[in-house]
């Protein structure tokens, strides 16, 4: 098939063929639920530049909605049926796919590689169809009305990846956690390390915002290196350290993995930390630290951005919010902070990450005790998935003792509440 060009810049379309191949083969191997993840993101067959890959599509489409499996031979006989068969490439073509080796677990990013070249070519096509009639003199008003109204569409296919059919997804959603369960390499949560809050609230998902509150002392940043600790051991995280420096954190991080004072660390007893924690413990995890302050969370959302595409992290941590500068002022501090927190949730929802957001208790909050649920609507309850409350009979006294330390779950969403005690 010769490639496509452009009428009036003789370019070569954009075209993500080999992702295209690649999706085809994923539907072939895995039958049904490789087709369900594409057709989810790529709702028409349109979106494809070979036109082998449109009638395989549309072949694949009659057999989904039509209950019955989808694999080479089902398809060819669907394509002979329409007499499509040869100019989709015919069983030799079908074969060479079905050994490309791809599985359903790569084709959602298959398929988005697909559109994001298809939506390019449907951005040109708008563009010189508009220009053509700018050269023939077309009324200026209706062009640019036309020009708006095509860029919505072009746009509304966009977003439409964020529209999700129910009777597509059912069945992905069932075979995904039915995988999980059986092999537990593949679940999507990432462990926070506490067996009582994974049992709670399923550990940190994508999409989350997680609150953890707790008074002045109570050891939240000590808390938060556990779990970022746990976390990196699945994925890279982030922390957005607002108060501490970096050389703190990492003295923390030392401390927690080999067990030794943070005094003695400080004290530069470099050869107590062993090899071990070279080759088998920090060497192997990718923890990042931003310590700069007077960040907002505009500032976090681009810093979260450039380093999703960088290292692929899927956990943010923040500490803490009463750090975090206000980019528009509301009405009170109270305001500030739920504006924030919205914001963070946008975060964790728009990049499919879990945000783990720290939260200093009030003065009021401290006098009444253990955290409860109400200590939460001053900062936002609305908005974090999850909120866990730390508490320590001790917690003025210098020493943290995490064998003292309370895991107070006051919030989970499809989850449990409870107390998760660290013994």
């Known amino acids: 098939m010769k490639p496509k060009q452009q009428p009036t810049l003789g370019r070569i379309s954009p075209n993500s063929l080999d992702m295209e191949r690649s999706a085809m083969s994923c539907c072939l191997v895995d039958s049904k639920l ?3 993840k594409m057709r989810n993101i790529l709702p ?5 530049y070979d036109h082998k890959h449109v009638l395989l599509y549309k072949a694949m489409q009659s057999l989904f909605e039509s209950g019955d499996p989808i694999d080479v031979r089902t398809v060819c006989e669907a394509l002979d049926r329409s007499e499509d068969l040869d100019r989709a490439g015919g069983e030799a073509y079908l074969a060479q796919l079905s050994r490309l080796e791809a599985t359903s677990y790569h084709v959602e990013a298959y398929a988005r590689a697909v559109k994001e070249s298809w939506l390019l070519r449907e951005i040109i096509t708008v563009a010189q169809t508009i220009t053509e009639r700018a050269y023939d003199l077309g009324e200026a008003k209706e062009l640019v009305a036309d020009l708006i109204m095509n860029m919505s569409n072009v746009l509304s296919n966009v977003e439409s990846t964020h529209i999700i059919d129910a009777a597509a997804a059912v069945f992905p959603l069932l075979v995904r956690l039915e995988e999980e369960l059986k092999d537990p390499s593949r679940r999507r949560a990432i462990s926070t390390g506490f067996t009582g809050l994974d049992y709670k609230f399923g550990g ?6 997680v609150m953890v509150m707790g008074a002045p002392s109570m050891g939240k940043s000590a808390f938060m290196v556990n779990l970022a600790l746990s976390a990196s051991n699945t994925a890279p995280v982030a922390i957005f350290s607002l108060e501490s420096s970096s050389d703190h954190l990492l003295v923390r991080v030392i401390s927690n993995m080999t067990g030794i004072d943070s005094k003695r660390i400080w004290q530069g007893e470099r050869d107590a930390i062993g090899r071990e924690f070279w080759d088998n413990g920090i060497g192997k995890r990718k923890i990042l630290i931003d310590e ?6 505009i500032d976090i959302r681009a810093r979260v951005a450039s380093l999703i595409a960088r290292y692929n992290i899927k956990v943010v941590f923040i500490d803490h919010l009463q750090l975090v500068n206000y980019h528009s002022k509301h009405d009170g501090d109270t305001e500030n902070k739920k504006a924030s927190c919205r914001e963070a949730k946008r975060i ?17 909050s401290i006098l009444r005790g253990r955290p409860r649920g109400a200590s939460a609507r001053y900062v936002g309850s609305d908005d ?8 320590r009979d001790d917690h003025e006294q210098e020493i943290v003792e995490k064998s003292t330390l309370e895991l107070i779950v006051l919030k989970a969403r499809d989850g449990s509440l409870g107390t998760v005690n660290t013994t």
């Not at 028409?44 to 494809?48: E, I």
């Not at 940190?204 to 915002?209: A, K, T, V």
């Open 34 to 36: 490789g087709f369900a």
């Open 44 to 48: 028409s067959s349109s979106a494809f």
């Open 204 to 209: 940190f998902r994508s999409g989350d915002l």
């Open 292 to 297: 700069r302050s007077g960040y907002n969370m």
């Open 348 to 364: 964790a929802k728009d990049y499919g990450i879990t945000v783990v957001l720290l939260n200093q208790l009030d003065k009021e």
């Open 384 to 391: 974090p998935d999850v909120i866990v409350g730390l508490w």
